[in-house]
């Protein structure tokens, strides 16, 4: 032998030992469902996952059990979080928001031998009980509650259940390919697919947007994950804050602008990541109360894109940087962050802006390209767009339950998105291959239009969507939601676009709406308006 390294696991209970023995008082702080406010440290998330693990073993659950989690960003829930995986069971997040029938189908595709669920979620489990096949402990994350174990009769209480646990307990020495999490897609067609994440592909990925080039995340930093832990696993932040050692604010159910503005202004959060229409709420009550979010330096905006007016009234307004990013729940999730390289850093302020208006490019780890119909990769010259697919240590390969893997002949997996990527790396989506509008054989960026139209203060929300035309197939049409208290009219949101998009690319109509469905993750559900509104141009013809 010519000599040897050290070969370890790279294992997520590693993760929560790192925490608790290097970081021991840094603070984690949790918005309780009740609203009061818990304080508790990485020392105590570490030796409560050790003896949930030991507790959940106890309840006969074995490695390769699924867990599952219906809840908030929480303490409990990431105690929960730690000892799943830690133990070698899975931990499966299961997202509130989706309709009871898909929350059902989930379950039992999953086969969820245990579900944990916050107070907000008993009318739900209350109600789907009886469908839910596989599910033999319903564990509430609180302590005892009269009106609780009345409705839900062998239901175990959170607070008791870790008191059984053994504090002697040590984590099991597992294979790094064990899966330690499952996510399902938010499924905006056809039934949702789980994602399956192992050990070693949490733990990359963990490194991998930990990076300066990535989230840029150390000790230094009190984050606030306000993207749900079931929404693509908080885009890794709880794993990613326990291997830097950063104080975690968790927001509970306080998710609308107030408390989250509440929240950043008395944690002094310096760092906060959501999905846009958090942002949109947070910057109306911002506005409103007059805070300068004083601490905060930077924010992670992705699951949709974002459009250019807010990332230019944070860096305008609050000396806020964003850093847009890209992912998927099959790619862990991040795929791409927008950080600058050294050669950008005295660029003219236009180009500056312009630069980190895209999702940014990928961290090691993660490799990109675009390819046209056939599947022959295209050039990465900024301009060329093509259908995206990439591969790396924490893409999907097969998804949860399937036989066949699900990659290209040639191993790339195909995101759905359209984009172009620059000599650098530097991607920047223009849809969804689905909703991309298709005027008389051209592509027109829903994404494009969408940043336009919100762009005019009178405009909450838009969606850009290809409407049925007699003679080009489809045009584009906005629907828009207006801001509170604005009259913006057709005429005023069309002038927006004549000097930022080419004269064909100008929608034809506007159409105003109350509301504009979201899907379960917060992205707007265009389907739904195609039913709705796809008919619109036709009907104004006649
Ligand atoms: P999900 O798996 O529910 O997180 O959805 C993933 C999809 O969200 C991607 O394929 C994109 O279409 C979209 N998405 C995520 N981040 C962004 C972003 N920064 N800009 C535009 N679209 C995004």
Same mark, same amino acid.
């Given at each position: ?18 925490? @608790? ?30 003896? *949930? ?18 809840? +908030? ?12 995986? @830690? ?76 008191? $059984? ?28 697919? $789980? ?33 749900? &832990? ?19 604010? &968790? ?8 408390? *989250? ?28 109360? $007059? !805070? ?42 991040? $795929? ?55 591969? @790396? ?12 893997? !699900? ?19 530097? &991607? ?17 960026? !829903? ?7 919100? !762009? ?9 969507? @290809?409407?049925?035309?007699?003679? +080009? ?70």
């Amino acid at each position: 032998m010519l000599g040897a390294m050290m070969k370890q696991n790279l294992l997520i209970s590693d993760l929560i030992e790192h925490a @608790g023995k290097y970081h021991a008082d840094t603070a984690i702080i949790s918005r309780e469902t009740a609203g009061d406010l818990n304080t508790t440290n990485w020392a105590d998330v570490a030796a409560s996952a050790r003896k *949930l693990s030991s507790a959940l073993e106890n309840l006969g659950l074995e490695q390769g059990d699924r867990v599952a989690t219906l809840a +908030w960003n929480n303490h409990r829930h990431l105690k929960i979080w730690f000892a799943v995986s @830690g133990g070698g069971m899975v931990c499966h997040t299961l997202n509130p928001r989706l309709f009871p029938e898909q929350f059902i189908f989930i379950c039992n595709d999953a086969a969820d031998k245990a579900i944990f669920f916050d107070k907000t979620f008993m009318p739900l489990i209350t109600g789907a009980r009886e469908h839910l096949r596989t599910i033999k402990h319903f564990i509430y994350m609180g302590g005892h509650d009269a009106e609780v174990a009345a409705a839900l009769p062998g239901v175990v209480f959170f607070d008791d259940l870790i008191l $059984g646990g053994s504090d002697d307990y040590t984590w099991p020495d597992l294979d790094e390919d064990t899966p330690c999490s499952l996510c399902y897609t938010s499924g905006t067609t056809g039934n949702p697919k $789980g994602a399956l994440y192992t050990n070693r592909s949490t733990m990359l990925h963990t490194f991998a947007i930990s990076l300066p080039d990535c989230l840029n995340l150390s000790s230094q930093e009190t984050i606030l994950p306000v993207v749900p &832990m079931f929404h693509a696993n908080a885009w890794g932040i709880p794993y990613a804050a326990a291997m830097t050692g950063a104080k975690l604010v &968790m927001p509970g159910p306080g998710l609308d602008g107030d408390s *989250l503005v509440g929240l950043i202004d008395e944690q002094q959060v310096t760092l906060a990541l959501g999905v846009p229409t958090i942002w949109m709420m947070l910057l109306a009550s911002a506005e409103k109360s $007059g !805070s300068k979010l004083e601490t905060l330096r930077r924010n992670v905006i992705g699951g949709s894109a974002a459009a250019p007016s807010m990332i230019a009234a944070f860096r305008e307004k609050y000396g806020c940087e964003t850093i847009h990013a890209w992912g998927m729940t099959e790619t862990s999730p991040v $795929g791409t962050a927008n950080q600058i390289k050294g050669k950008h850093l005295h660029l003219e302020d236009d180009a500056m802006v312009n630069l980190r208006l895209g999702q940014g490019r990928p961290p090691f780890g993660i490799d990109l390209r675009i390819v046209d119909e056939t599947g022959k990769p295209l050039p990465h010259d900024g301009k060329t767009e093509g259908a995206l697919q990439c591969r @790396g240590h924490w893409v999907v390969d097969t998804y949860f339950g399937n036989e066949s893997s !699900s990659l290209t002949k040639d191993g790339w997996f195909d995101t759905g998105d359209v984009s172009t990527i620059d000599a650098d790396g530097y &991607m920047v989506i223009r849809d969804r291959t689905k909703d991309i509008i298709k005027s008389g054989g051209e592509w027109i960026s !829903s994404v494009d239009l969408e940043g336009i139209a919100v !762009s005019h203060p009178g405009v909450a929300m838009a969606a850009a969507i @290809g409407a049925k035309h007699p003679k +080009w197939d489809e045009r584009p049409i906005i629907i828009a939601v207006k801001a509170d208290g604005a009259e913006p009219t057709e005429d005023e949101i069309i002038a927006m676009f004549a000097d930022k998009v080419a004269k064909w690319q100008i929608p034809d109509a506007v159409v105003f709406t109350d509301a504009i469905p979201l899907n379960g993750t917060g992205k707007m559900l265009k389907n739904k308006l195609r039913e709705k509104f796809g008919d619109t141009l036709v009907k104004r013809m006649t």
